[in-house]
């Protein structure tokens, strides 16, 4: 557990960074993750907005989980049961 608190929040901000990187601030092909990041840079203490934008992009990844949440379950119960 301790493992996966450490190597979470590492893994997401690696792909923010490489996201930034190779991009080379183009913001009209920066995934949301960036222009979120760049939201805080350039509103500086508008906390509403950036609450909003991170609710917003948090969005498709609810749905799409909620909406599949039974193959989910499926999978992780018949990689668990031997035989």
Known sequence: MTGAV?????V???DLLVALIYLGGQPDVAPLTVTVSNLVNSLGQDWQLLTAAAFVSMLLPLIVFFTLQRYFVAGIIAGSVKG
Not at 6 to 10: C, I, R
């Open 12 to 14: 997401v901000w690696n």
């Open 6 to 10: 450490w190597l979470v929040p590492t």
